[in-house]
C-alpha cells in the first residue's frame, strides 16, 4: 500500500475545523442566547457591536483577553490554573465520534464527516463528559474559597445524579440501533427518528442534559443568590473565559449528540444526493434544540437543592429504568 | 417546610406539567411582542412633567432675570451645592426688576442632589428644575455651571442684560413685576 500524507493531513484538519467550529460556535452562541433570551423578555438585547450586535462576542472576548488575572493567594497555585483546562478540554474532544454528515468528495478525495467511527461511540461521550467534572470540583477545591467549594461539591452531586438518567436514556438509541456506534445509529434512522419510538427517552435526556450542562433551571453550581458564582466565583480573565467556554460548548456538544440519537443526525431530504445538506441540517437541528434550551432558561425558576436530588433519584431514574426495560422488551417480542 | 400540602400522585404530576407548559407558552408569546426597549441615546423619552432635571434661571418677557441675588435658593439648599454672589442694580446696568441681581451663580453639579428645595425657596421663580438629564463631565471644574450657562437665551425681541432704562421705573426690592398674561 502506497503511502498516503493525506491518511495522517486528514484527521488533522478535522480536529483543527472541529475545535475552531466549536470555539466560534460558543462565541456564537453567547450571542444568540442573549438576543433570544432578551425577545423571551419583551427586550432587545445587545445590538450595539456591529450590525445586529454581530461584533459582540469578538468585543466580549477582547475584554476577557485584556482583564486581570488573578490568583488567590492561598489557592491551590497548580491546580487552579490546571482546573479550567480539564473542564474545556473534555468539552471539545467529546465531539471526536459524533458524524455531521454523509461521505463527500474534497479535492477528488472522498472524506467521512466525522472524526473517527468509534464502535463503541456512545460510552466514549458518556466518559469523556464525565472527566469536564473534575474539572469543576478541582476549580471549588484550589479556589480556596467556601462559595467555590459549595459549587464543585453541588455540581459533582448534580451531576453523578443525572448521569445515570442521561446514560440510560441513550439505552433506547443503542438498543433501536443495535450499535453503540453513532453513525450506525444515525443510519438506523433513516426511516424514521427515534423520537418518535422514544418519547419518553428524549424528554430525559433533555432534562437530565439541562442538568449535566448545569443550565436553568438546574444551575445548582453557579446559584448567583446562594454562592455569588459558585465554583469560578475566584477566577477571572481567561481563566473564567475557559469555564465559560467549556459550560457552552458543552451545551453545542449535547445538542449535537440529541440531534443526533434522537432527531436523525445529518439526516434530511436529498442528503443523499446532495451529501453537504447533511451538516445544514445538524445545524437546524442543533440551533432548535439550543433555542429550547434558552426558551427553559427563560420560563423556570432554578429548582431548590434537594427537590434537585430527589427529582433526579426518585422521579427521573426509575423513568429511565422504566423505559429501557419497555424498550428491551417490545424489540425482543417485536424481534 | 411547605405550607401549603402540593398535591401528590397523578394530580400532582398533571399540575406540574400544566404548570411547565402554561410557563413555558407564556414566554413563547412574549417572543412575539414588540420589545419595550428605548433605544436610548437614538431615541429619547419626553420626560414626566415634574421631573427635576438641570436647573434654569429664567428671565422676564422684557429680557431682564428673575433671579434678584437673594441667596435663599443657597440658604435652602441641603447639599449646599448652590453660591450665591449679589451685586447692585444700577438704572445704567439694569439686570434684574429688583434691587440686586446674581453676579456669580453656580450651581455644583457634583454636589447637588435634585431635591428642588430651591425651587421652593425662591421668592421671584427665577430658578427651575427642568427636563435636562445629561449631565455627565469629565472633570471637577467642569461640573460647577455658573450664571451664563444657567441663564436661559434672551426672549425674542427683547434686550440682553444689561439693559439701560429709565430712571426710577424699577424701585423696588423685590419685584412685583409679572409677565404679561
Given at each position: 500500500?502506497?503511502f498516503?500524507?493525506?491518511?495522517f493531513v486528514e484527521p488533522?484538519?478535522?480536529?483543527v475545523?472541529l475545535?475552531l467550529?466549536?470555539?466560534?460556535?460558543?462565541?456564537?452562541l453567547t450571542l444568540f442566547?442573549?438576543?433570544?433570551?432578551?425577545?423571551?423578555q419583551?427586550?432587545?438585547?445587545?445590538?450595539?457591536?456591529g450590525?445586529?450586535?454581530?461584533?459582540?462576542?469578538?468585543?466580549d472576548?477582547v475584554?476577557?483577553?485584556?482583564?486581570e488575572?488573578?490568583?488567590p493567594?492561598?489557592?491551590d497555585?497548580v491546580?487552579f490554573?490546571?482546573a479550567?483546562?480539564?473542564?474545556?478540554v473534555?468539552a471539545?474532544i467529546?465531539l471526536?465520534v459524533v458524524?455531521?454528515?454523509?461521505t463527500?468528495?474534497?479535492?477528488?478525495?472522498?472524506?467521512?464527516l466525522?472524526?473517527?467511527?468509534?464502535n463503541v461511540?456512545?460510552?466514549?461521550v458518556l466518559?469523556?463528559t464525565?472527566?469536564?467534572?473534575y474539572?469543576i470540583v478541582l476549580?471549588?477545591?484550589?479556589?480556596?474559597?467556601?462559595?467555590?467549594?459549595?459549587?464543585g461539591?453541588r455540581?459533582?452531586a448534580q451531576?453523578?445524579?443525572y448521569?445515570?438518567?442521561l446514560g440510560?436514556s441513550?439505552v433506547?438509541?443503542?438498543?433501536?440501533?443495535?450499535?453503540?456506534s453513532?453513525?450506525k445509529?444515525?443510519?438506523?434512522?433513516?426511516?424514521?427518528w427515534?423520537?418518535?419510538?422514544?418519547?419518553l427517552?428524549?424528554?430525559?435526556?433533555?432534562i437530565a442534559?439541562?442538568a449535566e450542562v448545569?443550565?436553568a433551571?438546574?444551575?445548582?453550581p453557579?446559584?448567583?443568590q446562594?454562592?455569588?458564582a459558585g465554583?469560578?466565583?475566584?477566577y477571572?480573565g481567561?481563566?473564567?473565559a475557559l469555564?465559560?467556554?467549556?459550560e457552552?460548548?458543552?451545551?453545542?456538544a449535547?445538542?449535537?449528540?440529541?440531534?443526533?440519537?434522537?432527531f436523525?443526525g445529518?439526516l434530511?431530504?436529498?442528503v443523499?444526493?446532495l451529501?453537504w445538506l447533511?451538516?445544514l441540517y445538524?445545524l437546524?437541528?442543533?440551533?432548535?434544540l439550543?433555542f429550547?434550551?434558552?426558551?427553559?432558561?427563560?420560563t423556570?425558576?432554578?429548582?431548590r437543592y434537594d427537590?434537585?436530588?430527589?427529582f433526579?433519584w426518585?422521579?427521573?431514574m426509575?423513568l429511565a429504568?422504566?423505559?429501557?426495560?419497555?424498550?428491551?422488551v417490545v424489540?425482543?417480542?417485536i424481534? | 417546610?411547605?405550607?401549603m400540602p402540593?398535591?401528590?400522585?397523578?394530580?400532582?404530576?398533571?399540575m406540574a406539567v400544566?404548570g411547565?407548559v402554561?410557563?413555558l407558552?407564556?414566554?413563547?408569546g412574549m417572543?412575539f411582542?414588540?420589545?419595550v426597549?428605548i433605544?436610548?441615546?437614538?431615541?429619547?423619552?419626553?420626560?414626566r412633567?415634574r421631573f427635576r432635571g438641570?436647573?434654569?434661571?429664567?428671565?422676564?418677557d422684557?429680557?431682564l432675570?428673575?433671579?434678584?441675588?437673594?441667596?435663599?435658593c443657597?440658604?435652602?439648599?441641603p447639599?449646599?451645592?448652590i453660591?450665591v454672589?449679589?451685586?447692585?442694580n444700577?438704572?445704567?446696568a439694569?439686570?434684574?426688576p429688583?434691587?440686586?441681581y446674581?453676579?456669580?451663580y453656580?450651581?455644583n453639579?457634583?454636589?447637588?442632589i435634585?431635591?428642588?428645595?430651591?425651587e421652593?425657596a425662591?421668592?421671584?421663580e427665577a430658578?427651575?428644575?427642568?427636563?435636562?438629564?445629561e449631565?455627565s463631565y469629565?472633570?471637577?471644574?467642569?461640573a460647577?455651571?455658573?450664571?451664563?450657562q444657567l441663564l436661559?437665551?434672551?426672549?425674542?425681541?427683547s434686550?440682553p442684560?444689561?439693559?439701560?432704562?429709565?430712571?426710577?421705573s424699577?424701585?423696588r426690592?423685590?419685584?412685583d413685576?409679572?409677565?404679561?398674561e
Amino acid at each position: 500500500m502506497p503511502f498516503d500524507t493525506a491518511f495522517f493531513v486528514e484527521p488533522l484538519i478535522k480536529s483543527v475545523v472541529l475545535v475552531l467550529g466549536l470555539t466560534l460556535g460558543f462565541a456564537y452562541l453567547t450571542l444568540f442566547e442573549r438576543r433570544v433570551l432578551a425577545r423571551l423578555q419583551v427586550r432587545i438585547g445587545p445590538n450595539r457591536a456591529g450590525p445586529g450586535g454581530i461584533l459582540q462576542p469578538i468585543a466580549d472576548a477582547v475584554k476577557l483577553i485584556f482583564k486581570e488575572e488573578l490568583t488567590p493567594s492561598a489557592a491551590d497555585k497548580v491546580v487552579f490554573v490546571l482546573a479550567p483546562i480539564i473542564t474545556v478540554v473534555p468539552a471539545l474532544i467529546v465531539l471526536g465520534v459524533v458524524p455531521f454528515g454523509p461521505t463527500v468528495i474534497i479535492f477528488g478525495r472522498s472524506v467521512r464527516l466525522a472524526l473517527a467511527d468509534l464502535n463503541v461511540g456512545v460510552l466514549y461521550v458518556l466518559s469523556i463528559t464525565s472527566i469536564s467534572i473534575y474539572g469543576i470540583v478541582l476549580a471549588g477545591w484550589a479556589s480556596n474559597n467556601k462559595y467555590a467549594m459549595l459549587g464543585g461539591i453541588r455540581s459533582s452531586a448534580q451531576m453523578v445524579s443525572y448521569e445515570l438518567a442521561l446514560g440510560l436514556s441513550w439505552v433506547g438509541p443503542i438498543l433501536l440501533a443495535n450499535s453503540m456506534s453513532l453513525e450506525k445509529i444515525v443510519e438506523a434512522q433513516r426511516s424514521l427518528w427515534f423520537v418518535v419510538w422514544q418519547p419518553l427517552g428524549v424528554l430525559i435526556f433533555f432534562i437530565a442534559a439541562l442538568a449535566e450542562v448545569n443550565r436553568a433551571p438546574f444551575d445548582m453550581p453557579e446559584a448567583e443568590q446562594e454562592l455569588t458564582a459558585g465554583y469560578h466565583v475566584e477566577y477571572s480573565g481567561m481563566k473564567f473565559a475557559l469555564f465559560f467556554m467549556a459550560e457552552y460548548i458543552k451545551m453545542i456538544a449535547v445538542c449535537i449528540i440529541g440531534a443526533t440519537l434522537f432527531f436523525g443526525g445529518y439526516l434530511g431530504p436529498f442528503v443523499d444526493r446532495l451529501p453537504w445538506l447533511g451538516p445544514l441540517y445538524l445545524l437546524i437541528k442543533v440551533v432548535a434544540l439550543l433555542f429550547v434550551m434558552v426558551w427553559v432558561r427563560a420560563t423556570l425558576p432554578r429548582i431548590r437543592y434537594d427537590r434537585l436530588m430527589a427529582f433526579g433519584w426518585k422521579v427521573l431514574m426509575p423513568l429511565a429504568l422504566l423505559n429501557v426495560v419497555v424498550t428491551a422488551v417490545v424489540l425482543v417480542v417485536i424481534g | 417546610m411547605d405550607t401549603m400540602p402540593s398535591p401528590r400522585g397523578l394530580s400532582g404530576l398533571w399540575m406540574a406539567v400544566k404548570g411547565i407548559v402554561e410557563g413555558l407558552a407564556t414566554t413563547l408569546g412574549m417572543m412575539f411582542e414588540r420589545p419595550v426597549t428605548i433605544a436610548y441615546p437614538e431615541v429619547k423619552r419626553p420626560v414626566r412633567p415634574r421631573f427635576r432635571g438641570r436647573h434654569e434661571l429664567k428671565r422676564y418677557d422684557n429680557g431682564l432675570e428673575k433671579c434678584i441675588g437673594c441667596a435663599l435658593c443657597a440658604a435652602a439648599c441641603p447639599a449646599d451645592a448652590i453660591f450665591v454672589e449679589a451685586a447692585e442694580n444700577t438704572d445704567e446696568a439694569r439686570f434684574s426688576p429688583g434691587e440686586r441681581y446674581a453676579r456669580t451663580y453656580e450651581i455644583n453639579y457634583l454636589r447637588c442632589i435634585f431635591c428642588g428645595y430651591c425651587e421652593d425657596a425662591c421668592p421671584t421663580e427665577a430658578i427651575v428644575l427642568e427636563s435636562q438629564y445629561e449631565l455627565s463631565y469629565t472633570d471637577r471644574r467642569t461640573a460647577i455651571l455658573g450664571r451664563e450657562q444657567l441663564l436661559v437665551p434672551v426672549p425674542p425681541g427683547s434686550q440682553p442684560t444689561p439693559q439701560r432704562v429709565a430712571p426710577h421705573s424699577f424701585d423696588r426690592a423685590i419685584p412685583d413685576m409679572k409677565d404679561p398674561e
